[in-house]
């Protein structure tokens, strides 16, 4: 497979580099950053061995295996992710109904998120956002004809999508399904779908939404914490109070790598969801500003690449290529929005930044497949062969 990638008389460095970048700096400054924000909790852990480079070494190794499998997902021609991606999408739900079954299934602070496979864990929902992407893009492909109408098009789709909400509330997971279905939707959007029929759709996804926040005592105190965190800094605002308290300490530059106080003990989940209050206070506006830059390219690159893949009638090529821009750029804004008191507190990690080994090692397979898109491009522009 490798000797037909590069057999073409194409020079190894016909990708986009500033996209590979991109997604190695900010890989790398969250490898910086985690370390810096978990050293203090880390050192003073019985789970950790009370070894203060515990999230570094994971974090390092994670990064490693999501290299190698975006090396090796990067020499895998588009076609074949369109053919794979209906039974993808098959495989994420079943790992959704087996992270619900007792036994199999960790829960952790009473969500059931992950499968133990002893020597490390999964997270279905992370393997799910690339799986939703793949086969929303194929779906709209392979319905393109019929995608206008709502009991053809739309409906299908809808009760898959209400099948993959479901099991992710049970976990309950409501940030992936937020991810998820936003994602989703948007991409049929992209390709074609009925302006009154996503209208209607907004709506719907609106009222699902409040009704879900009004039906779940936790998620309103959540809300209720988000609008006033200083009502109840030691409840309800805690997480959200400290994330402003960091910000406020960063001001412009920073108080300095490994300087925050914040990650000592006061902030929760500093190096998961609340990594970019541990920037902000150490690197200040300048460093959260770089990090918004980064991901703000990822984003424009992946719409760009997908309106070359457009212009080359590679249809599943292009709403991939741009279904992984709104996934990613959409969870980061999420995440942004979380640390800067914008949006309610919900579980969501910075992509390709925080700790966590699925998270991570997806994030690099969807650059992967990215990169491959703009690849073929590039060759087709040249006339060669993908």
Known sequence: MASYVFAQNTPMA???????????????????????????????????????????????????????????????????????????????????????????????????????LRAFNIQPSELMKLGAVLYAADYTVRKHAVLKSFKKGLLPMLGVMLLVSWLLLREPDFGAFVVIAITTFGMIFLGGMNGRHFALLVVMLALGFTGLVLSSPYRMHRIFG?????????????????????????EWFGVGLGASVEKLHYLPE??????????????????????IGLFAWIVFRAFLIGRQAALRER???????????????????????????????????LPLMSFGGTGVVVNFVSLAILLRIDWENRQLARGLPA
């Open 14 to 116: 016909e990708y986009d580099r500033s996209l590979a970048w991109a997604g190695l700096l900010l890989a790398a400054g969250g490898l910086v950053m985690v370390y810096s924000a978990s050293i203090e909790i880390a050192a003073t852990s019985r789970y950790t061995g009370d070894n203060s480079a515990y999230f570094l070494v994971r974090q390092a190794i994670f990064l490693g295996v999501a290299l190698l499998a975006a090396t090796i997902v990067f020499l895998v021609p588009v076609r074949l992710w369109q053919k794979a991606a209906p039974w993808l999408f098959v495989g994420g739900v079943l790992l959704l109904v087996l992270v619900l079954v007792p036994g199999i299934g960790r829960e952790v602070n009473g969500a059931r998120r992950w499968l133990n």
């Open 226 to 250: 988000f609008m006033d965190p200083w009502n109840d800094a030691y409840g309800t605002g805690y997480q959200l109070s400290h994330a402003l308290i960091a910000f406020g300490r960063g």
């Open 270 to 291: 500093a190096h998961t969801d609340f990594l970019l209050a541990v920037i902000a206070e150490e690197l200040g506006f300048v460093g959260v500003a770089v990090v």
């Open 315 to 349: 249809h599943f090529a292009a709403l991939a290529a741009q279904g992984i821009g709104v996934w990613i750029g959409f969870q980061a804004v999420i995440n942004m929005g979380v640390n800067m008191g914008l949006l309610p507190t919900k579980g969501l990690t």
